[in-house]
C-alpha cells in the first residue's frame, strides 16, 4: 500500500473491487499525534459523534464511538492517541478526494477495522488536509435471481445515532410519499429499510437533503475591502484548484525576500461586530459571500507598482490615512488577511489597510518556531515600514 502526500489516494491493484458507501451521520476529526485520551473524551461527551478520524502525518484512521471508548478503558488519560492505540502498527483507512471513487485491493479488509472504511479528504490553499465526508468500503454490485439488486460489503457497526425501522411495504396498497426508493420497493415486493435520524450534528452530508443553492452574486448582499500586503512566506506554486489567486506556504523561502500585491476580501453586510464569519467546521457547507467573508482575488505586484499604487489610493482616500496589521503566532495568510478586512469595517476605518504578513507556521505547537521565525522578519519589516 503506497500513500502519496500530492494525490490523497492509496493506491493497491487487486482482483476486488470496491466502492464507498458514504455516511451521512455526525463525525469528528483528531490530530492524533497532538491529542489526549482525556481531551478526546470530553469532545465525545460533549457532543454525540457516530464517526471518529484519527489523523497522523502520514494517514487516516476511522472509528466508530463506541469501538473507540472500549479502546480507551485500558489506557492511561494522558496518552496520546496515536500511541494508546497503537495507530503506527494499524492499517490506515483508505483516502480519496472524490466520493464516488472506486479502489481495489488484494484482500478485502477486515471487518469492524479502520481498513474497511474510508475517508474522503482534500487539501486547503495552505496545504493543510480537511476531512469532507466518511464511508465504508463495500464490492461491487451484482444481480440475483428476479433482479434484485445486492450489494456485498463488510458487516461495519452500527453506532448509536439513528433508529432503524424494518417495514414491507404492500404490494398493492399506494403508498402517500412515493419516492423513487420506495415506487421500486414496491414494484419488486422487497424490505426497505427507512431511517430516522435523531439528532443532526456534524459535518458528514446533510442526511438527503439538497444543498443550499448559491445566491446570485449580483445582488450584493456583501462589500469588498481591497487589503494591500506585505509579506516574506514563500508562494506556493499555481495549481487549476487557486482559480488564479495567489497563495503563501507557513514558511520562509530561499532566499527570502518581501512579496508584494493586492488582496480582495468579501464581508457580508450582515457582518457582526468583532466576528470573521467563516463556515463551521463541523458542518459542511458551501462558502456564500453573502454569509461568510472570502478572498475574491490576490493578485502579485511588484515593489514599485504597490508602492505607487498604494500611494494613489491613500492619496484619494478620506483623511490620507493608512494603518499596517501585523498578526500573532499560529496565523496563515488567508485568515490574517481575512481580520485585516474585519478590523477595517468594524472600525470603519476611511484609509487605507495594510498587511505584513510574517511566515508563522500556522500550528498551535510551533511557538517556539513562531518566535524564532518573526525575530528574523524585523530586519524586512523595518524598511518597509520606513518606505515612503
Known amino acids: 500500500m503506497v500513500y502519496s502526500s500530492t494525490e490523497p489516494t492509496f493506491a493497491v491493484e487487486g482482483p476486488v473491487r470496491l466502492s464507498i458507501r458514504i455516511d451521512a451521520r455526525s463525525f469528528v476529526v483528531f490530530d492524533a499525534e497532538r491529542t489526549t485520551i482525556a481531551r478526546a473524551l470530553i469532545v465525545l461527551g460533549a457532543q454525540r459523534f457516530v464517526w471518529v478520524v484519527l489523523q497522523t502525518e502520514q494517514a487516516f484512521f476511522l472509528f466508530s464511538r463506541d469501538e473507540l471508548r472500549k479502546l480507551f478503558e485500558k489506557a492511561k488519560r494522558s496518552s496520546l492517541l496515536v500511541a494508546a492505540l497503537g495507530l503506527a502498527k494499524r492499517r490506515p483507512s483508505v483516502v ?96 426497505v429499510i427507512i431511517a430516522r435520524k435523531r439528532f443532526g450534528f456534524g459535518f458528514g452530508e446533510s442526511g438527503g437533503q439538497p444543498r443550499p443553492e448559491k445566491k446570485d452574486e449580483n445582488a450584493k448582499d456583501y462589500e469588498t475591502v481591497d487589503v494591500f500586503y506585505a509579506t516574506d512566506r514563500e508562494q506556493k506554486a499555481a495549481t487549476s484548484a487557486d482559480n488564479g489567486l495567489v497563495t503563501f506556504l507557513n514558511q520562509l523561502p530561499d532566499p527570502v525576500q518581501l512579496s508584494y500585491g493586492v488582496c480582495s476580501v468579501t464581508v457580508p453586510r450582515k457582518h457582526k461586530l468583532g466576528k470573521i464569519e ?19 482575488a490576490c493578485a502579485p505586484r511588484t515593489k514599485g507598482e504597490f508602492f505607487n499604487q498604494l500611494r494613489e489610493r491613500i492619496g484619494n482616500s478620506q ?49 517556539s518556531q513562531d518566535e524564532e521565525t518573526v525575530s528574523l522578519t524585523i530586519k524586512r519589516l523595518t524598511p518597509f515600514l520606513r518606505t515612503r
Open 96 to 191: 480519496v478526494s472524490r466520493r464516488d471513487a472506486k479502489v481495489s485491493m488484494e484482500v478485502m479488509p477486515a471487518d469492524d477495522t479502520p481498513a474497511c472504511r474510508a475517508v474522503v479528504a482534500s487539501k486547503n490553499a495552505a496545504g493543510e488536509w480537511r476531512v469532507l465526508a466518511v464511508g465504508t468500503l463495500r464490492k461491487a454490485t451484482r444481480t440475483r435471481a428476479g433482479g434484485v439488486r445486492v450489494t456485498e460489503r463488510p458487516a461495519v457497526p452500527q453506532p448509536a445515532g439513528r433508529e432503524f425501522v424494518r417495514r414491507r411495504l404492500p404490494a398493492k396498497k399506494a403508498v402517500a410519499r412515493k419516492t423513487p426508493a420506495k415506487k421500486a420497493a414496491k414494484k419488486s415486493g422487497r424490505f
Open 278 to 296: 467563516t463556515p463551521s467546521i463541523w458542518t459542511l457547507k458551501i462558502q456564500d459571500r453573502s454569509r461568510h467573508f472570502t478572498i475574491s
Open 319 to 367: 483623511g490620507q490615512s493608512c494603518f499596517v496589521f501585523i498578526h500573532g503566532y499560529n496565523v496563515c495568510f488567508e485568515d490574517a488577511a481575512m481580520r485585516t478586512a474585519q478590523l477595517t469595517k468594524d472600525l470603519k476605518f476611511p484609509g487605507v489597510p495594510i498587511l505584513y504578513s510574517w511566515a508563522s507556521a500556522h500550528r498551535l505547537s510551533s511557538y
